[in-house]
């Protein structure tokens, strides 16, 4: 038996690089489908090993999760997020989720619907019938208002969502797939890293502003959930992160890289969820009519309790992300060899588990391509793999902010539906890679009462 798993071949000098950069959806999808549990690619300076098999999924992620750190893969998302939370490990990383965990305890998260509900309905009221809405906009805006409110303790001005939303695209053009970025340094001053550089500055002054306003009132300030966690002072991530420094125990850069991975990372998924979900639901009328049906339910403004009770969401929002997981794949590096499936491993190596591959996969999905969101009814999801679905990662490192996305996407979709029914008008759906799945092109959603059906 061969210790070297298959794999495309590649080409001297960019190996697979130029395949995975065109189009690194459909490159996943070939591999998984042509060779099998574990991939050989060669992406970089550093072999990659694709892993397809929701066992090998669970070994990395949970059960031999201290044999794999997070690789430094490139300098500009150190520069970006730096030692928060999602890049953060060892010692440092432990530290920040204890210091972090209170913000998000499930009582705390579930007094915050009203916070959501609030942002959601001020949305909405700037609505109109027949109005065209780039959807994927107006979901971030709205999710970058939540996550301030919610982590930070304040509200944010449009001028300062607008500073926002204006500087994620170089951001985003920073984290394509290239195979240039292995050849080229990160400090050249091409016209990409100058405009990386700028979006980063103008996100740090964003911030500043934020830390400006509350500074000094982290034992006073109303907390946005109240005192859901009896702690008698406000549990906002910003006032935990802040009394933390007041004793020293956070240096002002640890905090900046808090915040950053907070803003970026808390908003972005969600909005991306929705976005995918409202497009999938335009395409899918008859599922669409059922999520009204069980929003109908609710009687006034949706709460927490609400949201327990609307099962066919979760199954649509379920669905929505198997097919359009946010973060499409997710990277280990293992700190010493490994044998995977047979096959050797080797340490610094790169190991590559892609949701998108596993979510798609007809070996743990009947006909994976169609929407359907009953193949998440609990008969029918007992016997898949735990990890054929993992799109808020797994084990010590799965995504904290999970109980919060999912809270705020089902009291989004409760606060639209109840009033509006959303038309997607653009072309077929393309996808862009970066740090996580973006469309790649404008979002259009015409704005349609709810007793008003479109023709089809």
């Known amino acids: 038996m061969s210790t070297t798993p298959p794999g495309p071949k590649g080409v001297p000098v960019f190996g697979n690089g130029r395949q995975y950069a065109r189009d690194p959806f459909q490159f996943i999808t070939a591999c998984t489908e042509a060779y099998g549990d574990v991939v050989r690619l060669d992406l970089g300076p550093r072999e990659t090993y ?41 010692d440092t990383w432990e530290k920040q989720r204890d210091l972090a965990n209170p913000a998000f305890h499930a009582r705390r998260v ?31 805006r709205l999710t970058v208002k939540i996550i301030v409110s919610a982590m930070f303790g304040t509200n944010v001005s449009e001028a300062k969502i607008r500073r926002v939303q204006e500087n994620l695209e170089p951001l985003g053009q920073r984290f394509e797939p290239s195979p240039m970025r292995a050849i080229v340094p990160d400090w050249a001053p091409t016209a990409e890293n100058r405009k990386f550089d700028a979006a980063v500055a103008a996100l740090e002054e964003v911030l500043d502003d934020i830390l400006a306003e509350r500074r000094g009132t982290q034992e ?15 549990m906002d991530l910003l006032s935990i992160l802040l009394r933390a420094r007041d004793r020293g ?51 006034g403004t949706p709460t927490a309790s609400d949201v327990r009770n609307l099962e066919y969401v979760d199954r649509v929002l379920s669905e929505a992300m198997r097919l359009y997981p946010p973060v499409y794949t997710v990277f280990r590096e293992p700190k010493t060899d490994v044998r995977i499936a047979g096959y050797r491993i080797p340490q610094g190596s790169i190991v590559m588990i ?32 735990r990890f054929s679905y993992f799109p808020f990662g797994g084990g010590p490192r ?45 979002m259009p959603m015409r704005i349609r009462p709810r007793s008003e059906s479109p023709e089809r």
């Open 50 to 90: 694709m892993l397809t098999n929701p066992r090998d999924v669970e070994r990395v992620l949970v059960s031999e999760c201290a044999k794999f750190r997070k690789p430094d893969l490139d300098a500009g998302i150190d520069d970006l997020l730096g030692d928060g939370l999602l890049l953060s490990e060892g």
């Open 110 to 140: 579930g007094a915050l619907d009203d916070v959501m509900v609030d942002h959601a309905e001020e949305t909405v009221a700037d609505w109109a019938v027949g109005d065209r809405v780039d959807l994927q906009l107006e979901m971030a």
């Open 220 to 234: 006073t300030a109303p907390d946005p959930a109240g005192d859901a966690t009896g702690r008698g002072v406000p």
């Open 249 to 299: 125990e956070q240096s002002d850069r640890q905090l900046r890289d808090e915040l950053m991975t907070m803003l970026l990372a808390g908003h972005d998924t969600t909005a991306l969820t929705l976005t995918y979900t409202y497009y999938l639901l335009s395409e899918h009328p008859e599922v669409r009519d059922r999520v009204h049906a069980e929003i109908d339910e609710i009687d």
């Open 354 to 385: 892609p949701q998108w591959g596993v979510h798609r996969s007809d070996r743990w999905y009947d006909d994976p391509l169609t929407f359907d969101p009953d193949r998440w009814a609990p008969e029918r999801r007992a016997d898949r793999p």
């Open 398 to 442: 799965h995504c904290i902010g999970k109980q919060l996305s999912l809270l705020e996407a089902k009291l989004i979709l409760a606060t639209v539906g109840s009033e509006y029914t959303l038309d997607y008008e653009g072309p077929d759906l393309d996808l862009r890679g970066s740090l996580t799945m973006h469309p790649d092109h404008p």
